[in-house]
C-alpha cells in the first residue's frame, strides 16, 4: 500500500492563517487575514479546486519575499485539520528536497540533472539519473478527494497535461524511460486513481501509458498548520488504474 512515514521536509516562515472570501480570477484569491483585514493573495494551481476555493473556509497564506500585485501567497486549506497543500511550486520543492535526501525508495540514489526539458513538443518537469539511466519524469497535481483515501487528477479538461503523457508515451515507444508522478497534498490519502470526468482522454492516456510501460507513481504530502512544517507521508500510494 506504502509507507507510513512522515518525513519533514521543511518549514515554512510568515505563514498567517486566513479565511477564503472568493477567487477572483485563475490567479488571485480574496482571503481575510487573521480575521481582522482583506486581501487579495495569489495562487498558482490553475485547476478548478472546486473542493477548496470555497467562501468561508478556513485556508494558509504565506508572506512572498518579492511582493508583485500581492503580497501574500495562498498556499494550503484546511482538510481535517492539517493543511491540503494547492501550491504546485512547494509541491515540486518538497519532492526536489525529497529526493536529493533520499525519502523515495524508489527513486533511491537518483538525481536530478536537469529541470524543465525538451521531449517532443513539450516542456516536462525534469531529467533525473538513476544508476547511469535518463528517465523523464512528469509531474501532476492531484488535490482532488475520491473516497476519503483517495486523491485524483485532474478536476478539468488539460489539453497540455494530454500532450505531456502522448510525448512521454512516444519517447518510451522509441526506446526511452519515463516516469509520470502525480504529488498529491492531501493528508490521509493511501491510493491515486485518475478522474475521468475531469478529462476522459487523459483517463484513457495514462492507461495506455502503462501499458507502454511508462511508470505512474504517486506521493502525498501535507502541511501542519502547528509547526508549520510540510511533511512527506507516503512515498508510494496505490495505484487504481
Known amino acids: 500500500m506504502g509507507e507510513l512515514l512522515p518525513y519533514k521536509i521543511f518549514r515554512l516562515k510568515n505563514v498567517y492563517g486566513c479565511t477564503i472570501i472568493e477567487r477572483i480570477n485563475r490567479f488571485v484569491v480574496e482571503v481575510k487575514l487573521d480575521d481582522t483585514r482583506y486581501v487579495k493573495a495569489h495562487i498558482n494551481n490553475t485547476g478548478r479546486l472546486a473542493d477548496f476555493i470555497v467562501r468561508g473556509k478556513k485556508a494558509y497564506c504565506f508572506q512572498r519575499d518579492k511582493v508583485g500585485k500581492t503580497r501574500y501567497r495562498l498556499f494550503a486549506v484546511d482538510d481535517c485539520g492539517k493543511g491540503a497543500i494547492v501550491d504546485t511550486y512547494l509541491q515540486m520543492k518538497s519532492f526536489e528536497i525529497a529526493i536529493y535526501k533520499n525519502y523515495i525508495s524508489w527513486l533511491k540514489n537518483c538525481e536530478i540533472v536537469k529541470r524543465n526539458v525538451l521531449i517532443g ?119 487504481l488504474l
Not at 482532488?144 to 502522448?166: E, F, T, W
Open 121 to 239: 513538443t513539450s516542456r516536462l518537469d525534469y531529467l533525473i539519473e538513476c544508476s547511469g539511466k535518463k528517465i523523464y519524469l512528469e509531474v501532476k497535481s492531484a488535490v482532488l478527494r475520491g473516497n476519503k483515501h483517495v486523491a485524483m487528477y485532474p478536476d478539468c479538461r488539460s489539453v497540455r497535461g494530454q500532450k505531456h503523457i502522448m510525448d512521454l508515451i512516444k519517447h518510451v515507444e522509441g526506446g526511452g524511460k519515463g516516469i509520470i508522478l502525480f504529488i498529491s497534498g492531501l493528508p490521509n490519502v493511501k491510493a491515486f486513481k485518475p478522474y475521468k470526468k475531469g478529462d476522459p482522454i487523459i483517463y484513457e492516456l495514462l492507461k495506455k501509458a502503462m501499458e507502454k510501460c511508462v511508470k505512474i507513481r504517486a506521493i502525498n504530502i501535507f502541511f501542519e498548520p502547528k509547526n508549520n512544517w510540510i511533511y512527506l507521508e507516503r512515498t508510494r500510494l496505490k495505484i
